[in-house]
């Protein structure tokens, strides 16, 4: 386990919350009173979709999904594994998913075909925290982000290494 020392301060507790809000004002003027259902990919985005619901003013429901892409390395494998995918009935409903951080994009892609291929949305709509934009290794976007990453590996606010730190209120990078 790496100490908390060796974890070096990117966003702050208030930058974050900050970012947060004015991306749940942006959503509450997008959605209006349409009802949303928001799709947090566990175990990262638990934090993110928490703090973001509670800022969020149309009707909504939070469903839980976990797929896992990343061993216990930092580096992405590009398999992704559906874990636990027990969903409603989504047709003809508003979806934003909710994820932690879009790197290689394979969990992305993977979960956004999936969807699609299961169901008929109203609106379909990919909303990450962190976009690792210099990783992309497939074509998938999200709608929605906070913060542009370099490509650093970062933990805290959701994200872990090896499981732990995932409870930090900031998020920081360490060198790998
Ligand atoms: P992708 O499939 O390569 O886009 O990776 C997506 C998943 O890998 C994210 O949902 C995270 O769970 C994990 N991940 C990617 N980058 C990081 C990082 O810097 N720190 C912690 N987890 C990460
Ligand atoms: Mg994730």
Redesign the pocket.
């Known amino acids: 386990m790496i100490k908390e020392n060796e974890i070096k301060p990117l966003y702050s507790q208030e930058q974050i919350q900050t970012e947060i809000r004015s991306l749940a004002s942006k959503l509450n003027n997008i959605y209006g009173e349409q009802e949303v259902y928001l799709i947090c ?1 566990l175990k ?1 985005s638990v934090m993110f979709m928490t703090d973001l619901a509670k800022h969020l003013t149309m009707p909504v429901k939070m469903e839980f999904i976990r797929l896992s ?2 061993g216990s390395g930092t580096t ?1 494998s590009g398999k ?1 594994n559906a874990v636990d995918i027990a969903l409603p009935d989504l047709n003809n409903k508003n979806v934003l998913i909710i ?10 892609k993977f979960l956004m075909d999936f969807l699609r291929h299961n169901f008929q949305f109203n609106d379909l709509k990919f909303c990450a925290l962190l976009d ?1 934009k210099v990783k992309r290794a497939v074509d998938v976007n999200a709608d929605y982000y906070c913060f542009e990453v370099d490509d ?4 805290g606010y959701g ?2 290494i090896d499981g732990y730190y995932r409870n930090l209120p900031y998020i920081g990078y360490i060198e790998v």
């Open positions: 990919v990262g892409s990343y992405s992704v994820e932690d951080i879009i790197d290689t994009g394979h969990t992305a690792k650093k590996y970062l933990v994200l872990d």
